[in-house]
């Protein structure tokens, strides 16, 4: 089971991050790290919020996306406000993600297709250059 806190040194072994990388989530108020004097403590809603933070960078949002989709939760409702907003997010990124993946197969096409005019070229040179 894991600790109610973890220290800095605990929260990068565990999410793979650097203390500079939870440094810069806190001073963006992202993650809000309780202080005993210069050493801080994450709570299980840092743990919860930091997962969120990158997975969001993972998929491609930026942070303020990101924050604002985290603002969202509330215990109130159980936090289905922000699951709302999350899933269409999210939705919204699969859309421009397939777009880029066929934007990417094209210029592949268009790649190989150079690749085969270049190579051809290049052979001719060679066969030419080998009849004189």
């Known amino acids: 089971m894991v600790n109610d806190v973890m220290t800095i ?3 990068c072994e565990m999410y793979d991050v650097t203390p500079r990388t939870l440094r810069f989530y806190e001073a963006k108020e992202l993650l ?8 801080r403590l994450f709570t299980r809603r840092d743990r919860a919020r930091l997962k969120l933070i990158l ?4 998929f491609g949002f930026d942070l ?4 604002q989709l985290l603002d969202l ?3 109130k409702d159980a936090g289905r406000a922000q699951m709302k907003d999350t899933l269409e997010a999210y939705q919204h990124r699969r859309v421009e993600l397939i777009e880029q ?19 051809t070229e290049l052979t001719k ?8």
Do not use: N
């Open 73 to 75: 939760y509330s215990v």
């Open 55 to 58: 997975r969001g960078k993972r």
């Open 101 to 119: 993946v066929k934007t990417l197969q094209q210029v592949i096409v268009e790649l190989d297709t150079e690749i085969d005019w270049v190579q």
């Open 125 to 132: 040179d060679t066969v030419e250059e080998q009849i004189y």
């Open 9 to 11: 040194r605990e929260m």
């Open 64 to 67: 303020e996306k990101i924050r």
């Open 32 to 39: 809000f790290p309780k202080r005993e004097g210069q050493k």
